[in-house]
């Protein structure tokens, strides 16, 4: 029976940790060893790894001295996998007794080297972490490209809910930890494809993700995720795809439309269409949810993801056109 070893990279997660832990101890693949990589945590997380190891003999972990970021956690868990199969998932995310065995099934059967699937907020959440799930989901806010079945762009699963064969390690290198805050897990990914791997989504495999319930850190994390996507194509101008490029044209189209009399009824009209499609969006939220105050926790939690995406990349290309005309 292959051996799959499961690295979970955790920063402050002490209220979700225990949960995780036990959920990947509970698993039907009995061939499973469980690395937990500490990244300096400040809260009881180290307290708790310790007694999770007394309960669980077979808990495997370590702590980073300094915050470094997830890339850098899961390179260590890497350098201490003994497994022929790897499995990520984070310390704020739990997974169904399956969950192993649905990503591996196809790695084992030949069918791919890279499985993925879904992630999704539980019912009993708080109410902004269940409107961040179903905007982060929403076909509206970014065409589905999370979801693994669009066209448009290149699935790459999400380094929370992947399982990937160990020989392409070898192959593609592990995480650039310049990547310390985010878009580490894609940049990665694009070096995956291009040695080679082929990717498969699976819908049945899906991990329960404990959302934080903060939209302003939600609003941040767009942000950040539109720059570093700027860095991923700076890095790597192949794996440009224009698909992401849609919010970032949005707002320029509404910042400079206005400024021509003859753009401004095509101005009104895509601010009309907008609106109209983010509230019905939110509407649909709202009753997917159960609380008609979703609504408008939705309206901003679905508007922050292509905006903030957007402004990330936007920002990111004026810092760089800055630095170049200051080198001339």
Same mark, same amino acid.
């Not at 300096?40 to 007694?51: F, G, H, I, Q, V």
């Not at 894609?186 to 989504?201: I, N, Q, S």
């Given at each position: ?68 970021? @997830? ?40 069918? @791919? ?132 490029? @849609? ?82």
């Amino acid at each position: 029976m292959t051996l799959v070893t499961v690295i979970v990279p955790t920063h402050n997660d002490g209220q979700t940790l225990e949960k995780c832990v036990r959920s990947l101890f509970q698993q039907t693949w009995s061939e499973l060893e469980v690395i937990v990589v500490n990244d300096a945590s400040t809260d009881r997380t180290l307290d708790l790894l310790e007694a999770l190891g007394r309960e669980y003999p077979e808990l495997r972990f370590d702590s980073l001295g300094v915050k470094s970021g @997830a890339a850098r956690a899961r390179n260590r868990g890497f350098t201490l996998a003994r497994g022929e199969v790897i499995a990520l998932i984070d310390g704020d995310m739990w997974a169904p007794a399956e969950w192993v065995e649905q990503l591996l099934e196809p790695i084992t059967s030949g069918q @791919a080297d890279v499985t993925g699937g879904p992630d999704k907020v539980p019912v009993t959440a708080p109410l902004e972490s269940r409107c961040i799930g179903y905007s982060m989901d929403s076909v509206l806010t970014n065409g589905g490209l999370r979801l693994g079945d669009t066209k448009l762009v290149t699935y790459l699963p999400g380094t929370g809910n992947m399982a990937i064969r160990r020989s392409f390690l070898d192959k593609a290198g592990t995480f650039d930890e310049e990547f310390h805050d985010t878009g580490e897990d894609k940049e990665w990914l694009y070096r995956v494809k291009e040695a080679g791997a082929r990717f498969l989504y699976l819908p049945e495999a899906l991990a329960w993700h404990e959302r934080r319930a903060d939209v302003m850190l939600h609003a941040k994390k767009q942000f950040l995720s539109g720059r570093r996507r700027f860095d991923i194509w700076e890095k790597d101008p192949s794996s440009f795809e224009w698909p992401h490029l @849609a919010p970032s044209a949005l707002i320029l189209f509404l910042l400079t439309a206005w400024c021509h009399p003859l753009s401004r009824i095509l101005w009104w009209a895509v601010l009309c269409l907008g609106g109209a499609l983010v509230f019905l969006d939110c509407y649909r939220g709202a009753r997917e949810i159960g609380s008609p105050r979703a609504f408008l926790v939705l309206i901003i939690t679905s508007c922050v993801i292509p905006f903030g995406y957007g402004a990330g990349i936007l920002w990111r290309s004026i810092e760089r056109l800055a630095m170049k005309m200051r080198g001339r």
